[in-house]
């Protein structure tokens, strides 16, 4: 299997505030590495590095302003003397304006962000468009009559929605790639999320859409972040009404519970038959993950990939959550080779 990086990730490693603390981000370039790593032990494929795409591209899911913001965020940020990470510290919420976009910097942070998990830093727009890049490759390779794919994207996206970061998420790889297939003459795409966490970024970006299938396996919004997003009740607006399936389950879920979560999933993918899948590859969902609550052990995440391989569909695999760096590599890649084996 093809696997695209780009090791303009380094670039990027902010601070965050967590459990009411500000501290280096669990999101962290030592997940990439130990990934990359562990896909050249294993022998996983070849590695090649990421096209470059206009950021237009970008804007094919994400507002044009949003990406403009995150182009210009750091410079608008030290142009008032500022050298240290940008945070949001305030945000439009209930009867606020969310309507009109601030022209100062602290505005704009919390204009275009869900919460405190996304710090700007000198080198983030740099990393988050290498990140989409990454994706955008791994996808042309599929569209170039590849059969799977795995964009090792840094930093993630799946939380990050057509005009908003969070959850340390700037542009939203899986939908850049999702909404990349259709234009490249796709119908249909899936778009399956197994990180731990909800994928509200991507829900929200296709949520009115039925030429790209949603569905996400995740911990139980009512005691799991995003908290606000997740619920099996959302499934899809307008045209996009059904094609959105949620899968929110209790914290301490092991593979028997989420397998036959992921079977249904799987089930609806196959009656959907779109032209390709792209899978938000969290690993966060492993038993000793730091901040999540799910029980999988490294050899579900082979069963995993197998039974995503049973829907004999071209795959891009676009890498998400997981924060047990000892152990992120082979749990990512036992996707991997798990979905090769079952293929
Ligand atoms: N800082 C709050 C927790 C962010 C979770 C990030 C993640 O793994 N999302 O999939
Ligand atoms: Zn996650």
Redesign the pocket.
């Known amino acids: 299997m093809l696997t695209i990086y780009s090791d303009a990730h380094h670039l990027h490693h902010g601070c965050?505030l967590?459990d009411g603390v500000l501290m280096p981000c669990?999101?962290q370039p030592g997940r990439a590495d130990t990934i990359l790593a562990r896909v050249r032990a294993t022998g996983l494929g070849p590695v090649a590095a990421p096209g470059e795409y206009d950021s237009v591209r970008y804007a094919r899911v994400h507002s044009p302003r949003y990406v403009r913001f995150l182009e210009r965020a750091w410079d608008e940020w030290t142009a008032i003397g500022r050298s240290h990470d940008a945070l949001p510290l305030i945000w439009p919420v209930r009867d606020l304006r969310g309507d009109i976009e601030p022209e100062f910097i602290d505005g704009k942070l919390g204009f275009y962000a869900m919460?405190a998990?996304v710090a700007i830093t000198a080198g983030t727009w740099k990393a988050a468009r290498a990140s989409a890049n990454v994706a955008l490759t791994g996808m042309d390779a599929l569209l170039a009559g590849e059969g799977s794919a795995f964009a090792l994207c840094r930093p993630?996206g799946?939380?990050a929605a057509a005009e908003y970061m969070g959850?340390?998420?700037y542009l939203n790889n899986a939908a850049i790639a999702a909404q990349s297939c259709l234009d490249g003459g796709a119908g249909k795409v899936a778009l399956l999320d197994v990180?731990?966490?909800h994928g509200n970024g991507g829900q929200s970006i296709f949520y009115q859409r039925d030429d790209v299938m949603f569905l996400s396996l995740h911990g139980d919004p009512k005691y799991s972040?995003p908290y606000f997003s997740g619920h099996r009740d959302e499934t899809g607006a307008g045209a996009g009404l059904g094609f959105n399936h949620n899968y929110p389950l209790p914290h301490g879920t092991g593979w028997p519970a989420y397998g036959e979560a992921l079977d249904h999933a799987c089930g609806q993918i196959a009656a959907y038959a779109p032209d390709a899948l792209v899978v938000s590859l969290?690993v966060?969902t492993f038993k000793d993950d730091p901040?999540?609550q799910f029980r999988l052990e490294s050899e579900d995440f082979l069963r995993l990939g197998a039974r995503i391989a049973k829907l004999d569909l071209p795959t891009l695999f676009v890498m998400?959550?997981?924060?047990m760096v000892d152990d992120i590599g082979i749990n990512a890649v036992n996707v991997l080779t798990g979905f090769q084996a079952g293929g």
Do not use: A, Q
């Open positions: 965050e967590k669990f999101e919460d998990g993630p799946h939380h959850g340390y998420c990180d731990y966490h972040y969290g966060d901040i999540s998400e959550g997981g924060y």
